[in-house]
Nanobody, 128 residues
Framework: QVQLVESGGGLVQAGDSLRLSCAAS????????VGWFRQAPGQEREFVAA????????YYADSVKGRFIISRDNAKNTVYLQMNSLKPEDTAVYFC?????????????????????WGQGTQVTVSS
C-alpha cells in the first residue's frame, strides 16, 4: 500500500479553476492506478476521474468530462486533478485513492472498491 495526501482545495467562485494534488509515498506508486472521488454532505462517495499506472488511460464521470483533467507525474509520485469551469454542484470533499484494478476496464477504474489506499480528503467549495 501507499500513503496519500491530497491538497489544493479551497473556496472559489463558479467558473474558476483549481488544481488538486495527490502526493504519494512509496517506491511502487508508479504501479498503481489512481482515482479521484468526491463526497458531498449527505451523499454517497462518487467517482470523478481515474488514471492508469502509466498515465496512458484516463476515465471521467460524465458530470466532469470536458471540464476536469487528470494527470500524473510518476517521477514526483503525484497525481493531479485540474478542475476548470467549476460549478456549485462540484462542492464536495475530494479524495484520491490508489489501487490495482482487477482488469483493464473502465468499470474497475470507476469503482471505489478497486482502491485500497485513501487520503484524508480536501474540501472544495464553489460559490455561485
Amino acid at each position: 500500500q501507499v500513503q496519500l495526501v491530497e491538497s489544493g482545495g479551497g473556496l472559489v467562485q463558479a467558473g474558476d479553476s483549481l488544481r488538486l494534488s495527490c502526493a504519494a509515498s512509496g517506491r511502487t506508486f508508479n504501479t498503481y492506478a489512481v482515482g479521484w472521488f468526491r463526497q458531498a454532505p449527505g451523499q454517497e462517495r462518487e467517482f470523478v476521474a481515474a488514471i492508469s499506472w502509466s498515465g496512458g488511460s484516463t476515465y471521467y464521470a460524465d458530470s466532469v468530462k470536458g471540464r476536469f483533467i487528470i494527470s500524473r507525474d510518476n517521477a514526483k509520485n503525484t497525481v493531479y486533478l485540474q478542475m476548470n469551469s467549476l460549478k456549485p454542484e462540484d462542492t464536495a470533499v475530494y479524495f484520491c485513492g490508489a489501487g490495482r484494478p482487477k482488469y483493464f476496464s473502465g468499470y474497475y477504474y470507476k469503482a471505489a472498491g478497486t482502491y485500497d489506499s485513501w487520503g484524508q480528503g480536501t474540501q472544495v467549495t464553489v460559490s455561485s
